[in-house]
Every structure is written in C-alpha cells, then in structure tokens.
C-alpha cells in the first residue's frame, strides 16, 4: 500500500464529502453540540471532520488542557536525531481559526451521562448532544515491580508525550560507549505496537553515529512474539551487529524488580547493574476520563460497535484510538485518524439527516530502522463478527531492496505531513 499526502488525505474523507454530497439542514432550531475530548490524531481529527463536513451546521467543542500537541508518532525520529523537537510539536490555532472549532484548555474530569454533559477542571459544564472521548493511555505504574510514578524521571517511560520524550532523548545522548541501556517493553495491548522496536532501533543508529557503537541495548519482553518481528531482527544484524539484543520471557524469566536508584535491573536469570539508563515502558490502559465514565472497566480498555465508533455502553458516546479495543486494528495514530472519520460521518447522520456509508478503516505503521531504511505493516478493516476484523494485510520481508526501503521512508515522512494536516488544518 503506497500512501502519500493527497492518498491519505482523499482516502480517509467521509463517503458523503468523498461524493460532494453538501451537509443537509440541521433538525431543529438551535445546533447540535458535540464535545470532543482529547486533541490527538482521533480527537482533533474528528473535531475538523465535524466542523468542516457540516459546514458550520454543527457546534463543536475541543476540550484539551494542553496548549500544544506533541506527537508520539515520530518521536522515535527525534530519538535517532532525524528531526528536531519542534518538528513535532503542533498548535490548534488554525484548527479553531479555520472551521470555527471551539477550543477549550482545560481538562475534562467527569463525564454525567445522565445530564449529557462534561464537566471540567474549571468548574465549567459542557452540554453535549454527542459525546466523542479520545484520551488515549493511563500508565499502569504498579505493573513492573519497583517502578512506580515516582520512579518515572529516573526510569522514563517515554510513553507520553512532552518532557518524558525530552528526557529519554537525554539519556540516550549521555550514554557512554559501552554503557548498557535496558528496555522493558509493554504487555499486549497497548501504544504503537510496533513502537518499542522502532524505538531500540533509534536508539542504536544514535549510538552508532555518535561513535557508541560499543553500547548495547538489550530488550526484555513479556511477549512471546512482537510486531514485524522477522524484519527487525534481520535489520538490527544487518545494521547494528550484536548492539540489540531482545529477549523473551523463556529466556528471562520475568521482570522480578527494578531499582531507580542504582539502575538495576532484576530478571529470573540475571541481574543487569549500573546501566547507563533504563527504559520502562509499561502496561496501558484508557485514559481516566474513560475509565471513570464508565466506558472501560477498571484496568481496561473501552468495548465499542465496530460500525460506527460508539461507545456499547453509551449510544450518545463515540470513544476513538488508543482508549477503544479496536479488534484487529492497532492502537495507532492512523487508526485513531481513520476511527474518526468514521465517528464524524456517523454522528453528522445522526444529528443532521446527512448520508452516511458502511464504515471502511485503514492503517499502516512505518519503522525506521536506519538511514532511509524503513519497514511497515498494515491492512483494510471492516466490522465482521462483532469487532472491527483485517479485510487484507501487508507486512515488509527480511531482504527487501534498498531502493524499496527508502521509498518506505519517503511514504512515512509523507503520511506524517498529511496526518498532521489532516489533525490541525
């Protein structure tokens, strides 16, 4: 599958602006309210596809505490120094300016349902007659024994976006030549499968650049298997030699503690002392918001109909991204980018008598392994037995050329581009 930005963007349009079918006459005298909260790939995605598909017909409001958008795609790019901070950091400005989106810094801390309304950190109540919930991941800070949120500065995560991301980038770039960096990667499911792999990558090629290519990174995983497994191994032995290890559960045994202080790391079979720095990535689940609406048991992720995006406790709620149990769709920035879409076209029908059209989703992942060498995986999807289920697949192969590996990289800088066009206008 070969995207770029006028695909992506044409692609993931709704059936009825795909077909340039106008938004129809809103029922009733006043506008219907939809309150988006979260400003990511689903979150904004689906405020711009409200507001621009209905042509002002619908009043929507973004609720997002934070001034600016750090993306998590792409930040493993910033890691391996091949784009700057700034280069990932986006704004809403243009998004409120461009299609009248009400932006509301602050946070969302209760979701009535019963009054159909948003209650937020300012004391303020935001009606709603649709509701689309897109937090993304809490972090399960007791799932690692000894680690904790206190424990997160001197054992990042880089799961969230900001000064988490800036502090892992700190710590790769003290590491001296033969230090040791330990990750522990995250139990299924959770952010970017693909993620914690992309990211050892980044890490090695950082290294190697800087003349570290004595330094080793060794992965220790509680799964048995992780995503794009076979083309990983083959580009970390062709590209960095023996500087990635990963190691499974079989071999390690468990995660039996970590120590902050001292940067130990315990396993079944071996205990890794002084490393240079330690990278936990833990277990996930949805965001607060989510949990404690009652859209998500606790610890969990938010069931949803795979038709339409809704909330199956919630008919007024749409829950999109990381925060949904998507079925064979990963917790993806594109997928959250295709999810809304979806939504918004579901909910323009809803409220505005506009056309609607049987839900298709897209997705795909690139990796960047090395200089212009990059793999992917994705597929189609479509609602079938009660979830959201693959139509088709694709995955990169050990052995790929040069030549189609680069092409790779240039669809992934290109896709980036057209998502966050497609987020923020």
Not at 104 to 123: F, N, P
Request: aromatic share 8%.
């Amino acid at each position: 599958m070969k995207i770029n930005r006028r695909a992506f963007t044409l692609s993931g349009l709704s059936a009825a602006a795909a077909l340039g079918l106008g938004a129809p006459a809103v029922l009733g005298q006043a506008k219907p309210r939809v309150v988006v909260i979260g400003g990511g790939a689903g979150g904004a995605t689906a405020a711009r596809y409200l507001a621009k598909d209905s042509q002002g017909a619908i009043a929507v409001t973004l609720v997002e505490e934070n001034e600016t958008y750090q993306t998590c795609f792409h930040s493993n790019l910033y890691l391996g120094g091949f784009k700057t901070y700034d280069e990932i950091v986006h704004r809403y400005d243009a998004l409120a300016k461009a299609h009248g989106i009400a932006v509301v810094r602050a946070r969302a801390t209760q979701i009535d349902r019963d009054k159909k309304e948003v209650v937020l950190s300012t004391g303020q109540r935001l009606p709603y007659d649709r509701l689309v919930v897109s937090p993304g991941i809490d972090l399960k800070y007791d799932s690692v024994p000894g680690w904790s949120k206190e424990a997160e500065e001197a054992m990042p995560h880089g799961w969230k976006p900001g000064r988490q991301t800036q502090l892992i980038k700190e710590r790769l770039d003290a590491v001296p030549n033969g230090g040791l960096i330990v990750m522990i990667a995250p139990p299924n499911p959770f952010r970017c499968p693909p993620g914690p792999y992309e990211r050892a990558s980044m890490f090695a090629h950082a290294l190697k650049k800087a003349g570290k290519a004595d330094a080793k990174i060794i992965i220790l995983d509680p799964k048995e298997a992780f995503s794009k497994q076979g083309v990983f191994q083959a580009d970390w032995e062709k590209r960095y030699g023996g500087m990635i290890e990963w190691l499974g559960p079989k071999v390690h045994d468990g995660i039996k503690s970590v120590d902050p202080k001292t940067n130990t790391v315990v396993t079944g079979f071996e205990t890794y002392k002084d490393c240079a720095f330690v990278n936990v990535i833990p277990a996930q689940m949805a965001g607060e918001i989510a949990r404690s609406a009652g859209l998500a048991p606790a610890g969990g992720y938010c069931a949803i109909d795979p038709a339409t995006m809704k909330s199956a406790v919630d008919a007024h709620i749409f829950v999109l991204g990381d925060a949904c149990i998507a079925g064979d769709m990963p917790k993806s920035a594109f997928s959250a980018n295709s999810q809304a879409k979806i939504a918004a076209m579901v909910i323009r029908g809803e409220v505005t008598g506009a056309r609607t059209f049987p839900a298709r989703y897209v997705n795909t992942c690139w990796s960047l392994v090395d200089t212009d060498d990059t793999i992917k995986v994705g597929g189609r999807y479509e609602p079938k037995d009660g979830k959201i289920t693959a139509t088709e697949t694709f995955v990169s192969q050990p052995g790929e050329s040069d030549a189609l590996r680069k092409d790779n990289q240039a669809e992934n800088l290109g896709w980036y581009a057209a998502i966050t066009a497609d987020m923020f206008g």
